[in-house]
C-alpha cells in the first residue's frame, strides 16, 4: 500500500516565469502539493514560447510544470490583485520570481506579508539577490554562469563555454526547493513561517566551490581542459584502435596501480617519477594522455571497457541524448511514466526522490488559464463576475 505524498493539503502560490521558480514548485508538486501558477493572460510564463518542440509545446515548460493548476491574473488590475491577496491569505508557501521590487509596488511586500501571514513561507527569487549592487541587474542563465566565472572555466582552451543545461537556474531551483522544505519543517516545530532570499548567482557561487578554493589558494585559475579534468589524471576521454572514445575516471593511488597493470599492461608505469602521484600526474598530462593511447591503439573501445571493468575503474560511453532516452538503466528501473497535456500524453522521467512506499504525483501540464474558472469559484466569486472579468481581460 503506497503512503500518502509528504506534501499533500499544502497549498503554494506561485507568480513564477522562466525556469527557476517553475522548477522548485514543480517539485513541491511532485511530492503532493497543490501548486497554483499565476500567469498573464493571453500569454502566460513566456517560457511558453521559447519553442514549440513538443508537439507544439515549449521544452522548457513541459519539464517544469506538470502537476500544476494555471490561473491568469492581470495584476495590473485591482480586482486581480484582491485575487491574490486572497490566495495568499490561504497559501502555505508563496514563491516569486518576478524583478526585485516589482510584487512590493503591487502591494506584496515581504514586510508587509510577514506580519499579515506570520505562519506563510515566502521564497523569494531572483538573479542577483535582494541586496547588494546587483540587485535590479537582468540576469539570464548565460549571464549568471558568466559572472560566476564558470564559463572561464568551461570548454576547451581555445573556446570558453557555456554548460550545457540552464545550471544556474537548475541550482537555484533546487536551493529554493530544500529551503522551503526546510522552513516548513521548522513552521511545524514553530509554527513561525519565513522569508526565503534565494539567487541564481548564490546558488551558483557555491557550486563553483572546488573551483574557488583551487585558484583563490592555488594561485592560478583552473585551465579550461575540455571534458579532461583540470585537477585529476587521468580522467577524461580517450580514444581506442577502432576511433571510438572510452571516458575514464581514477580517484586514488590504489586504482592507478591496477590501471597500469591490469588495462595498460605496464606496471611499471606505476612506478615512473613522473606518475606517482596524482598532482605529477596533472602536471606530466599530455606525456600520460600519449601513453595511454598508445596503448589503447591495438584494442577497440569495448575490449577497453571490458578491461575497465574487470579492473574496477570507472568507465562510460558518451551518450548522445537519444542513446540517454533509451538508456537501458532507465528502463530497467522503471523511470518512465506518461503525463496528460494539452497535445496528448508525453512521456515523463520520474524525479530522483528515491522513496521506497510512494511515487511522486505525475499530473499534466496545464493549458493557460485551463484552472482560473474552478479556482475563483473556490475564492467565492460567481460565474457572472467571471465572465465579466474574462471579458475585460483581467483573467
Known amino acids: 500500500m503506497k503512503s500518502q505524498l509528504p506534501l499533500d493539503g499544502l497549498l503554494v502560490v506561485s507568480v513564477e516565469q522562466a525556469i527557476a521558480a517553475p522548477f522548485a514548485s514543480r517539485q513541491l508538486a511532485d511530492l503532493g502539493a497543490r501548486v497554483i501558477k499565476v500567469e498573464r493572460p493571453a500569454v502566460g510564463d513566456f517560457a511558453r514560447a521559447y519553442d514549440h518542440t513538443v508537439r507544439g509545446l515549449a521544452s522548457h515548460f513541459v519539464w517544469t510544470n506538470r502537476s500544476k493548476e494555471s490561473l491568469t491574473l492581470d495584476l495590473k488590475q485591482r480586482e486581480a490583485v484582491d485575487v491574490l491577496r486572497?490566495?495568499?491569505?490561504?497559501?502555505?508557501?508563496?514563491?516569486?520570481?518576478?524583478?526585485?521590487?516589482?510584487?512590493?509596488?503591487?502591494?506584496?511586500?515581504?514586510?508587509?506579508?510577514?506580519?499579515?501571514?506570520?505562519?506563510?513561507?515566502?521564497?523569494?527569487?531572483?538573479?542577483?539577490?535582494?541586496?547588494?549592487?546587483?540587485?535590479?541587474?537582468?540576469?539570464?542563465?548565460?549571464?549568471?554562469?558568466?559572472?560566476?566565472?564558470?564559463?572561464?572555466?568551461?570548454?576547451?582552451?581555445?573556446?570558453?563555454?557555456?554548460?550545457?543545461?540552464?545550471?544556474?537556474?537548475?541550482?537555484?531551483?533546487?536551493?529554493?526547493?530544500?529551503?522551503?522544505?526546510?522552513?516548513?519543517?521548522?513552521?511545524?516545530?514553530?509554527?513561525?513561517?519565513?522569508?526565503?532570499?534565494?539567487?541564481?548567482?548564490?546558488?551558483?557561487?557555491?557550486?563553483?566551490?572546488?573551483?574557488?578554493?583551487?585558484t583563490g589558494y592555488g594561485g592560478a585559475a583552473l585551465p579550461r581542459t575540455g571534458a579532461r579534468h583540470a585537477a585529476i589524471a587521468p580522467y577524461g576521454p580517450y580514444t581506442a584502435g577502432d576511433g571510438h572514445v572510452v571516458y575514464l575516471g581514477l580517484q586514488n593511488e590504489r586504482e592507478w596501480a591496477r590501471f597500469c597493470t591490469d588495462v595498460l599492461d605496464q606496471p611499471g608505469l606505476a612506478r615512473d617519477p613522473r606518475f606517482t602521484s596524482n598532482a605529477l600526474r596533472v602536471e606530466h598530462h599530455d606525456e600520460l594522455e600519449a601513453i595511454i593511447v598508445r596503448a589503447f591503439a591495438g584494442r577497440t573501445a569495448q575490449q577497453v571497457v571490458d578491461r575497465l571493468e574487470s579492473s574496477q575503474i570507472a568507465n562510460a560511453r558518451m551518450n548522445t541524448v537519444h542513446e540517454f532516452l533509451e538508456h537501458p538503466q532507465l528502463a530497467a528501473r522503471g523511470k518512465w511514466r506518461e503525463v496528460d497535456s494539452p497535445v496528448g500524453p508525453l512521456r515523463a522521467l520520474l524525479p530522483p526522490f528515491g522513496f521506497d512506499d510512494i511515487e511522486p504525483?505525475?499530473?499534466?501540464?496545464?493549458?493557460?488559464?485551463?484552472?482560473?474558472?474552478?479556482?475563483?469559484?473556490?475564492?467565492?466569486?460567481?460565474?457572472?463576475?467571471?465572465?465579466g472579468w474574462r471579458k475585460a481581460g483581467i483573467v
Open 86 to 214: 486572497r490566495l495568499i491569505a490561504r497559501a502555505d508557501v508563496y514563491i516569486h520570481n518576478l524583478a526585485p521590487g516589482a510584487m512590493t509596488r503591487l502591494g506584496f511586500g515581504s514586510a508587509a506579508l510577514r506580519e499579515a501571514h506570520p505562519r506563510l513561507v515566502i521564497c523569494e527569487i531572483s538573479g542577483y539577490g535582494a541586496s547588494g549592487p546587483y540587485r535590479d541587474k537582468k540576469a539570464y542563465d548565460l549571464l549568471v554562469q558568466s559572472e560566476a566565472g564558470l564559463v572561464s572555466i568551461t570548454g576547451t582552451a581555445e573556446t570558453p563555454s557555456k554548460v550545457g543545461i540552464s545550471v544556474a537556474d537548475i541550482a537555484a531551483g533546487m536551493y529554493a526547493f530544500s529551503s522551503i522544505l526546510a522552513a516548513l519543517v521548522r513552521r511545524g516545530a514553530t509554527g513561525a513561517g519565513a522569508l526565503l532570499d534565494i539567487s541564481m548567482f548564490d546558488a551558483l557561487a557555491e557550486w563553483m566551490g572546488y573551483a574557488a578554493y583551487y
Open 361 to 387: 504525483r505525475m499530473g499534466g501540464i496545464p493549458a493557460l488559464g485551463e484552472h482560473t474558472d474552478r479556482i475563483l469559484t473556490e475564492l467565492g466569486f460567481e460565474p457572472d463576475t467571471i465572465a
